[in-house]
């Protein structure tokens, strides 16, 4: 072959060659590249405008929607609550819920016992104490569905329960301690217990204990008193501190309460009957 045909052949070769690359190239080397630069483009520019508007949005919970009716239905409540403020306060009780007394009590205590020969009650002592006290007046009290019927709610202490002659007074109180009473009857355990009858008119409190609650085991209203070791003994000695004997019903409480003070008697018995007593009490607004 000679030299010039062998020069052809080589050419065209790489001519060929050259093509085929190139062929390559400009078709599916350019879709690829597309392919690439779409796919780059599509994740910079995220969703298209229609996409995200088709997107629903989220249906709030109930938790997240307001209650219109709460409020009309509080303010229905508040406005009930004031009205029967007015209607407990046409005799101006109300005005006395809220206001607290201190001063001092004059507590007289005469103690019986049953040691005489015949057996009979008899007076064994008698005691005169002089004990700081205080007087709490507030809202009714209110539980298990009821509300207290007495103009205000009443407490009343007057000295510490480990003082002889101390005194407690309790108009009423909501039992939460036990279901049941001693004799394993069942009870709410949010029960409304009222002790007290109150009237009180132009500033004169006529307060009476109708019910000690012994029999639901809520005794509340008490005199202190240290009893003996052993009855008719009193050279073996009593017990130390004092303890508390339940108030009799009957017990009374009376005299001038008003906004600007306080000068009650009471005057009552323990429900065995060994003690009984009587004080003045004189306080003034706190």
């Not at 052809?8 to 190239?25: D, N, P």
């Not at 709030?60 to 306060?89: F, M, R, Y």
């Not at 207290?148 to 007057?158: D, T, Y």
């Not at 307060?207 to 609650?213: F, G, M, S």
Request: with cysteine.
């Amino acid at each position: 072959m000679s030299e010039n045909v062998r020069g052809r052949a080589v050419a065209v070769v790489c001519a060929g060659l050259l093509c085929a690359s190139l062929t390559g190239c400009g078709n599916d080397g350019a879709s690829t590249a597309d392919a690439s630069t779409a796919s780059a483009g599509t994740l910079e520019s995220g969703p298209p405008a229609s996409a995200s508007a088709s997107v629903p949005e989220p249906t709030p919970t109930v938790s997240d929607t307001p209650t219109l009716a709460e409020t009309p239905t509080e303010e229905a409540v508040t406005a009930a609550t004031s009205d029967e403020a007015v209607s407990a306060g046409d005799s101006g009780a109300s005005a006395l819920w809220g206001t607290a007394y201190s001063g001092t009590a004059s507590v007289s205590v005469d103690i019986y016992d049953y040691c005489s020969t015949d057996g009979s009650r008899r007076l064994a002592d008698s005691r005169t104490y002089s004990m700081n006290s205080m007087l709490d007046l507030s809202r009714p009290r209110t539980g298990g569905g009821e509300t207290e019927s007495n103009p205000f709610s009443m407490l009343f202490a007057a000295g510490s329960p480990s003082q002889p002659g101390a005194v407690s007074f309790w108009s009423s109180s909501v039992s939460t301690t036990s279901s049941q009473d001693l004799a394993g009857n069942p009870r709410d355990p949010n029960l409304l217990l009222t002790y007290w009858n109150i009237g009180w008119s132009d500033g004169e409190l006529d307060a009476r204990l109708t019910d000690p609650h012994a029999r639901q085991a809520v005794v509340l209203n008490l005199l202190h008193w240290p009893s003996l070791l052993v009855a008719c003994r009193s050279d073996l000695g009593q017990m130390p501190g004092g303890f508390p004997h339940a108030l009799a019903a009957g017990t009374t409480f009376t005299g001038r309460l008003d906004g600007s003070g306080a000068s009650l008697t009471a005057e009552g018995s323990t429900v065995d009957g060994t003690v009984a007593f009587r004080f003045k009490f004189d306080g003034t607004p706190s």
